[in-house]
């Protein structure tokens, strides 16, 4: 890919990283390790993957550029345009410092003691107040600050449900680095800072979610190099994945005590506990003791084109659900083996979100925990306590930081869950600050065999299964 310098000042080629000395030391997490100098490699990413359709042909005419203006464009939603717009401004700001190898560590650093896998660059004014000042200088031929950013990165989300206000709020986001592959990023290798932006995937399925990424080719280059990173290529590259985000600053929430549960369909069956359809349905199990009982989700979708949350250039939704089971004596576990405990359940294409077309897969949700939580015998519970499990589903960005999808304390323990998301409001079956009351009704799908759990956004249904 073409070498490319976006800006057109002296400023920035006259800036040196003046933050330390060549000679600098920095010690790896391996005492033994000494890090002296940055590899400038690639480690594990294609080079040979390009986005033609996301392309301009650059002022010469003989070569071909992303078109980041097109990329950045989103004609439905003027609040993500003006936050994709600012954060192409910041990468471009902040790409020099990433020859610094005291810069890199440092963010590294602050990614791992991070809620949110995300280094928030606000935090460099008391931190490291010489890396701000850098980086705004650079800001300052847009007339912009990290502050100015920071201020202007606000959201207001998309058809909000006015009977929950909190739905209608403003979100309020800082200016940060997400690092999606922190678990295995050597600081040895180069960093590939990216403004964050998707390439047009409508048209070739291949480039689905793949993110622009800039790199330089040696330690004296000024200009920048393009490539794409995918998220198979963030589980196998070591070089440090510095993804400019919008970022929050906390995953955990506070619990809206007047919240009331919302189930939808089924949710109002409290009476039938007591007819005798219970005790017969126990006597089938019963006398079926080789079954082994799990549930599992089956029918789903998204309910129209204003809970397209995807990118705009992206084919596919990608329908997720992270979830925690909470034991009786508080030890809590991911029910999933994805990043963060999370999993896709489906990937659904624009036009059947747009239609709110019924997907059909089947999905494991749950094993059979014993003993569950059952709303039929509140408050009254076994001794010694009960299986709570607790989820949320969202449309899942894989090159987002982490926002909060979830707070619950139950059995002593408080969770958390998370995912990464473009936007706090991209969930789609329980408002976050509702998910307390919002836990896996198993005794439900154990006498009905299936339940719903439907929002304004979406509908789920899990079901008891035998194997």
Request: aromatic share 14%; proline share 4%.
């Amino acid at each position: 890919m073409k070498k490319i310098n976006y800006i057109t000042m002296a400023a920035f080629s006259a800036i040196m990283i003046t933050s330390c000395e060549k000679e600098d030391i920095i010690e790896s997490e391996d005492e033994n390790k000494l890090v002296t100098s940055i590899k400038y490699e690639l480690n594990n990413i294609p080079l040979d993957k390009i986005a033609k359709a996301s392309m301009i042909k650059d002022k010469s005419g003989s070569d071909y550029i992303y078109n980041y203006s097109m990329l950045s464009s989103n004609p439905d939603d003027a609040d993500e345009e003006k936050i994709n717009n600012l954060l192409f401004k910041l990468a471009e700001a902040t790409a020099p410092l990433i020859k610094d190898i005291n810069f890199n560590q440092l963010i590294l650093n602050m990614v791992i003691n991070s809620e949110t896998q995300s280094a928030n660059l606000l935090e460099l004014q008391t931190t490291a107040p010489n890396f701000y000042d850098q980086i705004n200088q650079n800001l300052n031929v847009y007339g912009l600050s990290l502050q100015t950013i920071a201020d202007n990165l606000t959201y207001q989300p998309v058809a909000p449900n006015m009977d929950y206000p909190e739905t209608a709020q403003p979100e309020y986001y800082v200016p940060a680095i997400f690092v999606p592959n922190i678990d295995i990023a050597d600081l040895s290798y180069q960093p590939i800072i990216s403004p964050n932006l998707e390439v047009n995937a409508l048209e070739d399925i291949l480039l689905e979610d793949n993110v622009i990424g800039w790199y330089y080719e040696n330690e004296t280059d000024e200009d920048i190099t393009e490539t794409l990173v995918d998220e198979e290529s963030s589980f196998n590259t070591t070089n440090p994945l510095f993804f400019i985000d919008h970022a929050v600053t906390t995953t955990h929430l506070i619990p809206n005590p007047n919240a009331t549960a919302y189930y939808g369909i089924d949710s109002c069956i409290y009476a039938d506990s007591s007819s005798g359809k219970l005790a017969a349905r126990n006597n089938l199990l019963s006398n079926n003791l080789a079954a082994i009982r799990s549930f599992s989700s089956r029918e789903h979708r998204i309910k129209g084109a204003n809970y397209q949350y995807e990118s705009r250039w992206s084919g596919k939704s990608e329908f997720a659900i992270v979830g925690y089971r909470i034991e009786p004596n508080g030890t809590h576990h991911w029910e999933y083996s994805g990043r963060h405990g999370h999993k896709v359940i489906s990937k659904i294409s624009r036009s059947a979100v747009q239609t709110a077309k019924m997907q059909w897969n089947w999905s494991h949700h749950s094993d059979d925990w014993q003993p569950f939580y059952n709303s039929w015998n509140f408050p009254n519970y076994p001794q010694g306590g009960v299986n709570y499990f607790y989820w949320n589903t969202f449309e899942r960005d894989w090159n987002r930081d982490l926002k909060a999808l979830g707070t619950v304390s139950r059995n002593g323990t408080t969770i958390h869950l998370k995912g990464n998301m473009r936007y706090s409001s991209n969930w789609y079956a329980w408002i976050p600050n509702t998910v307390h009351i919002h836990n896996t009704q198993f005794v439900w799908i154990d006498y009905y065999w299936s339940h719903w759990n439907n929002s304004w956004k979406s509908d789920f249904r899990l079901w008891k299964v035998f194997i």
